[in-house]
């Protein structure tokens, strides 16, 4: 292999590139109803890249605010182009949350979607720096661009995702085209993608599983599918009319069709091979999607966004003895070649602990973030390694396969999304008549689960406040982050060790006390 | 009896409507259960649910998905009433 083209390798860009070599007239991206080839989005994305590199911006991010449309996949792939990172920011997201998110990253060019406009003013209006916004109707098309993409260091960021932080404040997670590569690589080593594959692509663009879809289809000359509606309730018409062979989502979507009474047998045969990843796989959840889907194989998914989309894998067996269950959930396997991990036990007698995790695929630190780094990285002392703590508690067995068993704090996943809960309660607490709050997540609520806000007021404050609480979180947080229920409480219990006893108010929640 | 499910659903939200400030006559039959952020999909299949309890009757969701308006509240009133 040439130099050059070794260094394009091992970037996103130039992987995508060289499909583009490959199958020009392949359809790369279906819409809706519409198509749009290899050679399209391409040429989309050099004539955004071109646009950008003309800025001269020294920053290494551009931002994507943007509903999917293909002017957002085009801008992203354009930004990776132009030898930058995507930041994406979801336009349905509180304005005050994607205005922290830019000013974090000190973003100065955004491509803007055909209809983000009334929400590019509601976060521009408070912000500091100077922007340009690229206008995909403002961009000067090019067609059968001979661009290449811009070589950049391995090490440099691809995207900057943010995750929920305890602080209040969500932190930035910079991924590197190396993480990326060494995903895909593993991924491409170990399963069979073709150019007649169909992949699907139902999460948010904020959600790095959504970078398996791209560049995982994009990267064997694949197609994705994008559906119009991609609530859970489209899916089953969505699979039957676009027959995908490569479905990928979080167990909760396929938890709802199955409450739908939508998941009868073998309804989806085009589908040969089935991700999950995002939230714990009920053993349930399998079963059901396995009868709906049963020419495809199974794989459950593990990963942090620290560690790039999903460092463990466990492939469910068709035979449904040798599943590899704990405690109702589906085994997360083995963590993939090219990375390692320890459990961080308390006692050694301990059978479970912290999985913390190093490799190919762990990013180096948060962005800008010491504090966030000195809690979530350390070095191993033995092995002079840096580990990443992920804060889930798991076990292995004796062929070394990994149970995921919960969380070791405030973290916890609504529809495959991060969310700590430390975050709610920073926000309610800024309400002037809020004396406490205590959020609790209820895993007996059937499906999603329902988050529940405990509420102490001041001594002053006769009135119940609801819903201004209720206008609060939406203003500041995503609607996955809304608590479900506001229960009023003159006090916050506290156990032996002076903690907040959460048991008890959930168990007086419930008795309705 | 469309006048009944249509009563029924609102009762079952009102303490929805009541934190988000709505009125019970601004929910016409076009307003969208889902699409407007009022219910998540799990609570709206949890309404389904209850609104099948109560009628004691099962719905097909396939044939109620596939009219199009299902999540909304002329959409969902439809879904129960009887056939023909």
């Given at each position: 292999m040439h130099e050059m083209e070794e260094e394009l390798m091992a970037t996103l860009a130039g992987r995508v590139w060289q499909t583009v070599q490959q199958y020009p007239v392949k359809t790369a991206l279906e819409l809706g109803e519409r198509e749009f080839t290899y050679r399209e989005?391409?040429?989309?994305?050099?004539?955004?890249?071109?646009?950008?590199?003309?800025?001269?911006?020294?920053?290494?991010?551009?931002?994507?605010?943007?509903?999917?449309?293909?002017?957002?996949?085009?801008?992203?792939?354009?930004?990776?182009?132009?030898?930058?990172?995507?930041?994406?920011?979801?336009?349905?997201?509180?304005?005050?949350?994607?205005?922290?998110m830019l000013?974090?990253?000190?973003?100065?060019?955004?491509?803007?979607?055909?209809?983000?406009?009334?929400?590019?003013?509601?976060?521009?209006?408070?912000?500091?720096?100077?922007?340009?916004?690229?206008?995909?109707?403002?961009?000067?098309?090019?067609?059968?661009?001979?661009?290449?993409?811009?070589?950049?260091?391995?090490?440099?960021?691809?995207?900057?995702?943010?995750?929920?932080?305890?602080?209040?404040?969500?932190?930035?997670?910079?991924?590197?085209?190396?993480?990326?590569t060494a995903y895909l690589d593993f991924m491409h080593g170990s399963y069979e993608f073709y150019p007649q594959d169909r992949f699907t692509q139902l999460f948010d663009l904020t959600f790095d599983l959504s970078v398996h879809d791209m560049f995982l289809a994009w990267t064997s000359g694949a197609c994705l599918l994008v559906p119009e509606d991609t609530s859970s309730f489209a899916m089953s018409r969505f699979i039957r009319e676009k027959e995908p062979t490569l479905w990928f989502s979080v167990p909760s979507v396929v938890n709802v069709m199955d409450r739908m009474r939508l998941l009868k047998p073998e309804i989806f045969p085009s589908i040969r091979l089935s991700f999950f990843c995002g939230e714990a796989l009920g053993e349930n959840t399998a079963?059901?999607?396995?009868?709906?889907?049963?020419?495809?194989?199974?794989?459950?998914?593990?990963?942090?966004?620290?560690?790039?989309?999903?460092?463990?894998?466990?492939?469910?067996?068709?035979?449904?003895?040798?599943?590899?269950?704990?405690?109702?959930?589906?085994?997360?396997?083995?963590?993939?070649?090219?990375?390692?991990?320890?459990i961080l036990k308390e006692n050694i007698e301990d059978q479970t602990g912290e999985l913390c995790?190093?490799?190919?695929?762990?990013?180096?630190?948060?962005?800008?973030?010491?504090?966030?780094?000195?809690?979530?990285?350390?070095?191993?002392?033995?092995?002079?390694?840096?580990?990443?703590?992920?804060?889930?508690?798991?076990?292995?067995?004796?062929?070394?396969?990994?149970?995921?068993?919960?969380?070791?704090?405030?973290?916890?996943?609504?529809?495959?999304?991060?969310?700590?809960?430390?975050?709610?309660?920073?926000?309610?607490?800024?309400?002037?008549?809020?004396?406490?709050?205590?959020?609790?997540f209820d895993s007996r609520e059937p499906g999603a689960g329902s988050i529940l806000a405990f509420i102490v007021l001041k001594e002053d404050e006769k009135t119940k406040i609801e819903e201004q609480l209720n206008l609060l979180c939406r203003d500041a947080l995503p609607w996955y982050m809304v608590p479900g229920k506001f229960i009023f409480v003159d006090e916050i219990p506290l156990n032996v060790n002076g903690k907040v006893d959460r048991s008890l108010l959930m168990k007086r929640f419930h008795d309705g006390k | 009896m469309e006048n009944e499910i249509r009563k029924r659903i609102l009762e079952m939200i009102s303490g929805k409507l009541q934190r988000f400030s709505i009125k019970e006559s601004e929910i016409g039959n076009n307003f969208d259960l889902v699409k407007s952020g009022l219910l998540n999909s799990m609570e709206f299949v949890d309404l389904v649910a209850s609104l099948e309890k109560w009628k004691g009757t099962e719905i097909d969701f396939e044939a109620a998905l596939d009219a199009g308006n299902f999540t909304t509240v002329g959409g969902l009133t439809s879904a129960f009433l009887p056939v023909g």
């Amino acid at each position: 292999m040439h130099e050059m083209e070794e260094e394009l390798m091992a970037t996103l860009a130039g992987r995508v590139w060289q499909t583009v070599q490959q199958y020009p007239v392949k359809t790369a991206l279906e819409l809706g109803e519409r198509e749009f080839t290899y050679r399209e989005l391409y040429d989309a994305a050099a004539s955004f890249a071109q646009s950008i590199l003309e800025l001269e911006d020294p920053n290494p991010f551009v931002a994507v605010m943007a509903d999917k449309s293909f002017s957002c996949y085009a801008g992203i792939l354009g930004i990776l182009i132009a030898g930058k990172a995507y930041m994406p920011v979801n336009p349905r997201f509180p304005a005050s949350r994607n205005l922290i998110m830019l000013r974090k990253a000190g973003i100065r060019v955004i491509i803007a979607g055909e209809n983000a406009d009334e929400e590019l003013e509601q976060v521009l209006d408070d912000y500091e720096n100077e922007i340009f916004i690229l206008f995909p109707e403002e961009i000067e098309w090019r067609e059968k661009t001979t661009m290449i993409p811009r070589i950049v260091d391995p090490d440099q960021p691809a995207y900057l995702l943010f995750t929920s932080g305890t602080t209040g404040e969500p932190k930035g997670v910079p991924v590197s085209n190396g993480n990326v590569t060494a995903y895909l690589d593993f991924m491409h080593g170990s399963y069979e993608f073709y150019p007649q594959d169909r992949f699907t692509q139902l999460f948010d663009l904020t959600f790095d599983l959504s970078v398996h879809d791209m560049f995982l289809a994009w990267t064997s000359g694949a197609c994705l599918l994008v559906p119009e509606d991609t609530s859970s309730f489209a899916m089953s018409r969505f699979i039957r009319e676009k027959e995908p062979t490569l479905w990928f989502s979080v167990p909760s979507v396929v938890n709802v069709m199955d409450r739908m009474r939508l998941l009868k047998p073998e309804i989806f045969p085009s589908i040969r091979l089935s991700f999950f990843c995002g939230e714990a796989l009920g053993e349930n959840t399998a079963r059901a999607w396995k009868t709906a889907a049963a020419e495809s194989r199974v794989v459950n998914l593990y990963g942090p966004t620290e560690a790039t989309i999903a460092i463990s894998r466990y492939d469910i067996p068709d035979e449904p003895g040798k599943w590899k269950v704990e405690i109702g959930i589906v085994a997360i396997g083995k963590v993939f070649a090219g990375n390692s991990f320890l459990i961080l036990k308390e006692n050694i007698e301990d059978q479970t602990g912290e999985l913390c995790l190093a490799g190919n695929q762990v990013v180096c630190s948060y962005y800008k973030n010491e504090e966030a780094d000195r809690l979530g990285f350390f070095i191993d002392n033995e092995t002079n390694t840096r580990y990443y703590r992920t804060g889930d508690l798991v076990k292995m067995d004796d062929s070394g396969d990994l149970f995921f068993l919960g969380r070791k704090d405030s973290e916890v996943k609504i529809s495959g999304y991060r969310v700590n809960l430390k975050e709610i309660e920073n926000v309610l607490e800024k309400y002037e008549s809020v004396r406490q709050a205590v959020v609790i997540f209820d895993s007996r609520e059937p499906g999603a689960g329902s988050i529940l806000a405990f509420i102490v007021l001041k001594e002053d404050e006769k009135t119940k406040i609801e819903e201004q609480l209720n206008l609060l979180c939406r203003d500041a947080l995503p609607w996955y982050m809304v608590p479900g229920k506001f229960i009023f409480v003159d006090e916050i219990p506290l156990n032996v060790n002076g903690k907040v006893d959460r048991s008890l108010l959930m168990k007086r929640f419930h008795d309705g006390k | 009896m469309e006048n009944e499910i249509r009563k029924r659903i609102l009762e079952m939200i009102s303490g929805k409507l009541q934190r988000f400030s709505i009125k019970e006559s601004e929910i016409g039959n076009n307003f969208d259960l889902v699409k407007s952020g009022l219910l998540n999909s799990m609570e709206f299949v949890d309404l389904v649910a209850s609104l099948e309890k109560w009628k004691g009757t099962e719905i097909d969701f396939e044939a109620a998905l596939d009219a199009g308006n299902f999540t909304t509240v002329g959409g969902l009133t439809s879904a129960f009433l009887p056939v023909g």
